[in-house]
């Protein structure tokens, strides 16, 4: 399967073989590998073949395969508890601009180790939801395959 990549990608050449990893996985659509920034041990990426800066980006095909790759390193890494992850854009805390799941242990003997997380969660009144509902399902059903 053709897939689309970009030369100057860290990722890219990774999964070219450019740059050499420590490679988990490794499917016709996806390749996983560990972090070589781990936030805990087995900290691991799972990126698609396809190049592409943003989750709405990638075929949807490539995100099918991914996931099932993700769920496979998390029960190998062993712990109950566990971060899977995917930011978008610079402002999310995307690092590297071609999408990449993290599959991130939280040991049980090791709390402080892992995805440390704030959630700022906030009240929103029950009549800004239903308005943010309302919107979104415009978008929705008007454009099923993309609300983009």
């Not at 689309?4 to 590998?33: N, R, V, Y």
């Amino acid at each position: 399967m053709a897939t689309k990549s970009l030369a100057s990608c860290l990722f890219c050449k990774i999964i070219k073989g450019d740059i050499p990893s420590f490679k988990l996985l490794e499917t016709e659509l996806s390749f996983a590998f560990l972090d070589i920034g781990p936030l805990s041990n087995g900290h691991a990426l799972v990126i698609p073949k396809y190049h592409a800066e943003k989750m709405h980006e990638v075929p949807d095909e490539y995100l099918r395969d991914a996931l099932p790759l993700a769920k496979k390193i998390a029960l190998a890494q062993g712990t109950p508890n566990y971060n899977i992850l995917q930011n978008n854009g610079r402002l999310a805390h995307q690092e590297v601009p071609h999408v990449h799941f993290h599959v991130i242990p939280k040991p049980e003997d090791a709390p402080q180790e892992g995805l440390g997380i704030g959630w700022p969660a906030k009240t929103i009144p029950k009549e800004e939801l239903q308005k943010i509902h309302a919107d979104l399902k415009v978008k929705l059903d008007a454009n099923p395959e993309s609300a983009l």
